[in-house]
Each structure stands twice: as structure tokens, then as C-alpha cells.
């Protein structure tokens, strides 16, 4: 596609429920990368794929989040018994390989509320 | 440590001033690559600028300009002649070569400009 793409763009659940998150890169980006923006804050980064690998996954707050890519292309980010403390904007980006020297280009984000 | 610093929270100008957003870096890698990206009202994250840390020339680009400064560990960035389209909130970001391809990003800078 022409962008990152990510839905549902707001999503608003009820505490103790699960939400899964979708991102569809840029065609033929093989790196994708999940990050959190909290209100007022910055941008947490969460876990990166590297085709459909995750060789690091330090960055998920708790083991309620769990991320999957399929294909090489779409990923889920999945969060169980979401908290009050998840609401947020979870952003998506891609970039052609999982390099320092490549651009992130993002998506417009989903943005979870949860009551 | 890899940490960025955007001291600025919220600045505001009236149109047609310039104005320079901070961004001060800490990194233990001698190769590294400094970001500045745009989140609109919108808040699609949109790529300014990359520069990697071989390179300490200035970048200017219509408006904006760039200036990196290994000696003091910044990277600031300059808007010449503002306008209301830049408001927006401003990151500044930092990947190293043997930090796993990692962004790190500040907490942004929130311009406000006044017409």
C-alpha cells in the first residue's frame, strides 16, 4: 500500500477484556516496529520484527502484550486484560529492514481507551 | 545509555518568528543516527531529517534547518520565518548501530504558533 495502515483507528473496551491491534506496512518493508504514546508522553517503543521474527521483546510493559507478524507482512498486537493504564495510542512503523540508517515511517495509530 | 532530551515541553511564537527546538542526545555508539520527525494535529508521525554521527554538517531545507553539534551531544532544529502549519508536537529521536535498531525518542516539543 501506499502507507502504514492501522485498525481500528479508536478502539474503547471495557477493563479485563482483550483488543487486538492491526498494522499493515508499507509493500515490501520487511522491519515493522510497535510503539505507545501515552498522553503527554513520548513515544515507548514496544517490539520490532525483522520479517516475521521478534528477537527482542523487552519492550512489552507486561506479559499481558503479545505481538505476532504473519507473512512478513501484517501484525497483531495483542493485549489481554487491557487496564485502565493501557489507554493510549499504539503507533505502527515500518521501514525497509531493521536498520539504524532506515526511516520509520508510521501509521496513523489506534487509539485505546479503556473504561 | 541511549536517552534524548527535549527540554522544551510547550513553546509558543507568533507567525513569521523564528524558533529553535533542543535536542540533546546521550549514546555509548560511535556510529549513531539522529531523527527529527513531525506529529501533526493530525498525528500521523511524519520523517524530517536523518543524519548520521560521521556527519556534522548543517542541513537546511527551506525553512528548517539543522544544526548538529557532536561536541555538546545536540541536535537542534530551526524553524526560520514560522508559520501555523508548524504547529505540532516535535520529536527528536536516536538509533545506534549496536543498539538492536531501536529508536529512542525525546518527549517532544509542543509548538504553538500564533497568527
Known amino acids: 500500500g501506499a502507507g502504514v495502515s492501522q485498525s481500528p483507528s479508536n478502539k474503547v473496551t471495557e477493563k479485563g477484556k482483550d483488543v487486538e491491534l492491526r498494522c499493515d506496512p508499507i509493500?515490501?518493508?520487511?522491519?515493522l516496529y510497535w510503539y505507545r504514546q501515552s498522553l503527554g508522553q513520548g513515544l515507548e517503543f514496544l517490539i520490532y520484527?525483522?520479517?516475521?521474527?521478534?528477537?527482542?521483546k523487552s519492550g512489552l510493559p507486561s506479559d499481558r502484550f503479545s505481538a505476532e507478524r504473519t507473512g512478513g507482512s501484517v501484525s497483531t498486537l495483542t493485549i489481554q486484560r487491557t487496564q485502565q493504564e493501557d489507554s493510549a495510542v499504539y503507533l505502527c512503523?515500518?521501514?525497509?529492514?531493521?536498520?539504524?540508517?532506515?526511516?520509520?515511517?508510521f501509521g496513523p495509530g489506534t487509539r485505546l481507551t479503556v473504561l | 545509555a541511549q536517552k534524548v532530551t527535549q527540554a522544551q515541553t510547550e513553546i509558543s511564537v507568533v507567525e513569521k518568528e523564528d524558533v529553535t527546538l533542543d535536542c540533546v542526545y546521550e549514546?555509548?555508539?560511535?556510529?549513531?543516527?539522529l531523527f527529527w520527525y513531525k506529529q501533526p494535529p493530525s498525528g500521523e508521525l511524519v520523517f524530517l531529517i536523518r543524519?548520521?554521527?560521521?556527519?556534522?554538517q548543517n542541513e537546511i531545507s527551506g525553512r528548517y534547518s539543522w544544526n548538529f553539534q557532536k561536541s555538546t551531544s545536540s541536535f537542534n532544529f530551526t524553524i526560520t520565518a514560522s508559520q501555523v502549519v508548524d504547529s505540532a508536537v516535535y520529536f527528536c529521536?536516536?538509533?545506534?548501530?549496536?543498539?538492536?535498531?531501536?529508536?529512542?525518542f525525546g518527549t517532544g516539543t509542543s509548538l504553538t504558533v500564533i497568527p
Open positions: 529521536a536516536l538509533s545506534g548501530a549496536n543498539t538492536g535498531n531501536q529508536f529512542y
Open positions: 549514546t555509548r555508539d560511535t556510529t549513531y543516527y
Open positions: 512503523a515500518s521501514s525497509l529492514v531493521v536498520r539504524a540508517t532506515d526511516t520509520q515511517y
Open positions: 543524519r548520521n554521527s560521521f556527519d556534522e
Open positions: 520484527f525483522q520479517g516475521n521474527s521478534a528477537p527482542d
Open positions: 509493500s515490501g518493508h520487511t522491519a
